[in-house]
């Protein structure tokens, strides 16, 4: 047990040596650790925002609405399927209400004929047709647990890009609840234009103006009142347009503010060889007409198409500021949100909070060291040394995979630190109180030594790994702070075993070799 190869002490030594380089940049100042070459290690651990204070915000989807707007949609799909396929089928109450898309076919000897259609139509939904013609179709518990969590899962990897543009730096954005968003802004006084940025769901779509519906004042049912942002002096506060819309806001690939040629800002935008394709078709198609640009059910600008745009790309103008047409092209980047969100819960967190809390983790630790240190020293003189010196090497790596991981360290996560640092000399004085006892039945120092690792490791092993299981579902199940504390604790055990069973048996060996004491120092 204390032989130890050349390449055990080279991977040792080696790891010990990587602690030390990735935990340094924790004590370089940022602008001198910017200066330092590229492949210097540069990622440190972040504050958390009970820690360097920050914002707290709760936000709630509007699954409803979601939901909704696909039953509507499934709608729209049904009547075309049954109106403009070779054969149609007459129907009555087209309609959703309630969770449940209804219709009656007129004749109810078609149902066998319109079923295909009703089913490519409602996929995913539990479709009934009575014998009366009555036609039902409606979501299943399953479906709508699926939906809704594919929502959530969308939501936050939108508000993620949306807020990585604002170069906010180690947000928290998880999943509260079965509808609920926590995003946490640390280092963020003022959240006013990231929640703006956050809440606007910024959905784009294209629609062509109906031009007949404008003189006639009666929109179709295939068609929308849509308000109009920001209306000039002489124009209409208001237009009607096609529900369907020519072109939706995921193709677009790229969105700059810019300037037109009198120096008004605009937003220059550009879409995939897809969304490219579709535009230069319906610009050609309709030379002469307008198209209204649609931005979260306001219209933003209703140009006339003067030629077919087949470049794929084009500009937005509006009443634009710089900063407006900056954050709109930002939020076109990072893309639509799939549902509106709801800011429920706010709080602020001052810094001098966060310095406080610093204060007190720094104590705690400070205190816990010195006590261990001494404790080890009283009780097991160079060998508590030797632990001591592992117990520092052990929060050198504890901090080295912190800064690799990119880790945030929250408040609870400071506790995980403490509690590690306590639990790090479990190790050795399991091992140490078994070469006491070893050293009672006359075995020499060596001989003793060697027991004392060999039989306690197998004790060591099973704490540890009773340690990480609790570990691993603290992260799984918490949230938040819950998880900070299961990553401090779960890195402190593993690095706690690697000092406690190897560098101090390390340490122990060299010294038996040199000294060769006849008897231990215990």
């Known amino acids: 047990m204390l032989q130890f190869s050349k390449f055990k002490v080279t991977i040792i030594l080696g790891i010990i040596l990587l602690g030390i380089i990735?935990?340094?940049?924790?004590?370089?100042?940022?602008?001198?650790?910017?200066?330092l070459p590229g492949w210097v290690p540069k990622t440190v651990i972040s504050l958390g925002l009970d820690l360097q204070g920050g914002s707290h915000l709760l936000y709630e989807v509007d699954t409803s609405k979601f939901l909704n707007e696909r039953l509507d949609s499934v709608v729209n799909d049904i009547r075309d399927k049954l109106t403009k396929g070779t054969t149609k089928f007459g129907?009555?109450?087209?309609?959703?209400?309630?969770?449940?898309?209804?219709?009656?076919?007129?004749?109810?000897?078609?149902?066998?004929?319109?079923?295909?259609?009703?089913?490519?139509?409602?996929?995913?939904?539990?479709?009934?047709?009575?014998?009366?013609?009555?036609?039902?179709?409606?979501?299943?518990?399953?479906?709508?647990?699926?939906?809704?969590?594919?929502?959530?899962?969308?939501?936050?990897?939108?508000?993620?890009?949306?807020?990585?543009?604002t170069g906010t730096k180690e947000p928290t954005i998880i999943r509260q609840g079965e509808d609920r968003i926590v995003v946490q802004l640390p280092g963020v006084k003022d959240p006013e234009h990231i929640k703006s940025i956050i809440g606007t769901t910024a959905k784009m779509t294209f629609h062509m103006v109906d031009e007949a519906a404008e003189v006639s004042g009666q929109p179709s049912p295939t068609d929308m009142v849509v308000k109009v942002r920001n209306?000039?002096?002489?124009?209409?506060?208001?237009?009607?347009?096609?529900?369907?819309?020519?072109?939706?806001?995921?193709?677009?690939?790229?969105?700059?503010?810019?300037?037109?040629?009198?120096?008004?800002?605009?937003?220059?935008?550009?879409?995939?060889?897809?969304?490219?394709?579709?535009?230069?078709?319906?610009?050609?198609?309709?030379?002469?007409?307008?198209?209204?640009?649609?931005?979260?059910?306001?219209?933003?600008?209703?140009?006339?198409?003067?030629?077919?745009?087949?470049?794929?790309?084009?500009?937005?103008?509006?009443?634009?500021?710089?900063?407006?047409?900056?954050?709109?092209?930002?939020?076109?980047?990072?893309?639509?949100?799939?549902?509106?969100?709801?800011?429920?819960?706010?709080?602020?967190?001052?810094?001098?909070?966060?310095?406080?809390?610093?204060?007190?983790?720094?104590?705690?630790?400070?205190?816990?060291?010195?006590?261990?240190?001494?404790?080890?020293?009283?009780?097991?003189?160079?060998?508590?040394?030797?632990?001591?010196?592992a117990l520092v090497l052990n929060a050198i790596l504890i901090l080295a995979g912190l800064s690799a991981l990119g880790a945030t360290l929250t408040f609870p996560g400071i506790a995980g630190l403490v509690l590690t640092l306590g639990m790090a000399v479990d190790a050795n004085v399991l091992i140490l109180e078994r070469v006491r006892e070893e050293m009672r039945h006359g075995r020499s120092p060596v001989t003793a030594m060697e027991a004392g690792y060999r039989e306690a490791q197998a004790t060591i092993i099973d704490a540890n790994v009773t340690h990480i299981i609790a570990t691993l579902f603290l992260f799984e199940f918490g949230s938040g702070p819950i998880k900070g504390f299961a990553i401090t604790l779960l890195i402190g055990v593993v690095t706690s075993f690697f000092t406690s069973v190897y560098v101090t048996r390390l340490m122990t060996s060299v010294w038996l070799r040199r000294s060769r004491p006849k008897l231990l120092p215990l």
Do not use: H, W
Not at 245 to 270: C, H, I, M, R
């Open 22 to 35: 990735f935990s340094a940049p924790n004590l370089v100042p940022r602008d001198k650790l910017d200066s």
């Open 91 to 165: 129907y009555l109450n087209l309609g959703a209400a309630n969770g449940v898309v209804s219709l009656t076919l007129r004749d109810p000897g078609q149902a066998e004929a319109a079923r295909p259609l009703l089913q490519q139509a409602t996929t995913d939904m539990d479709l009934q047709i009575g014998s009366d013609g009555k036609v039902t179709a409606q979501y299943t518990e399953e479906t709508l647990r699926r939906l809704k969590a594919q929502l959530i899962e969308q939501s936050i990897e939108v508000i993620r890009k949306r807020i990585d543009q």
């Open 231 to 389: 209306p000039k002096s002489d124009g209409a506060a208001q237009l009607i347009v096609q529900k369907v819309p020519l072109l939706q806001g995921q193709n677009l690939t790229d969105a700059q503010q810019s300037f037109e040629g009198g120096g008004q800002p605009v937003v220059a935008f550009k879409f995939d060889s897809i969304g490219a394709k579709k535009f230069g078709q319906a610009t050609a198609q309709n030379v002469g007409k307008r198209f209204a640009i649609v931005l979260d059910n306001e219209i933003i600008t209703a140009p006339v198409i003067k030629d077919a745009i087949l470049g794929g790309s084009g500009i937005i103008s509006g009443s634009f500021t710089v900063q407006s047409a900056s954050d709109l092209a930002l939020l076109l980047r990072a893309g639509a949100l799939p549902a509106d969100l709801t800011v429920i819960e706010e709080r602020t967190v001052g810094a001098d909070l966060g310095a406080d809390s610093i204060e007190a983790g720094k104590k705690a630790c400070l205190i816990a060291i010195v006590l261990i240190v001494v404790a080890m020293f009283a009780l097991y003189g160079l060998f508590g040394l030797f632990a001591n010196i």
